[in-house]
């Protein structure tokens, strides 16, 4: 069950994503290996739920969600056109919810990392 949430908070991340990135107007491409990466773990974690739920896979794919989130907050931090900021001031200005759809994005991964380690646990 919690491998499936983990499948619907990804997918939910992944269509957030590709509205916000179709919205972006310079578009670097951190942003397209962001959508790349998120994609090829999305389709890895559908085959760890077809193929029964090897540990191996599980894992593996919980620990590519780290290059996902990392090439997410690296757009976070400077990828946009307001120069570079500081991570804390970036997740702020994010986390604030002016633009709710880049709130949503950003608390969607989280989520799906933490269901994705419940799920890799085998719990």
């Known amino acids: ?4 949430l983990a499948l619907v908070a990804w997918t939910s991340s992944v269509a957030v ?3 916000l990135l179709w919205r972006w107007r310079r578009r670097p491409r951190t942003a397209w290996l962001h959508l790349a990466t998120a994609t ?3 389709v890895c974690w559908v ?6 739920r090897p540990h191996w896979l599980g894992w593996s794919v919980f620990a590519w ?3 996902v989130n990392g090439l997410g907050d690296l757009l976070m931090v ?3 056109p307001a120069g570079r900021r500081t991570y804390l001031a970036a997740a702020r200005d ?3 919810g002016r633009r709710p759809l880049a709130t949503a994005h950003a608390l969607l991964a989280p989520t799906t990392l933490v269901l ?8």
């Open 1 to 4: 069950m919690v491998a499936v």
């Open 17 to 19: 994503g590709l509205v």
């Open 40 to 42: 090829f773990g999305l």
């Open 47 to 52: 085959a760890y739920l077809a193929a029964d």
């Open 65 to 67: 969600l780290f290059v």
């Open 78 to 80: 400077g990828g946009r």
């Open 94 to 96: 994010v986390l604030s």
């Open 116 to 123: 994705a380690f419940v799920a890799a646990l085998g719990v």
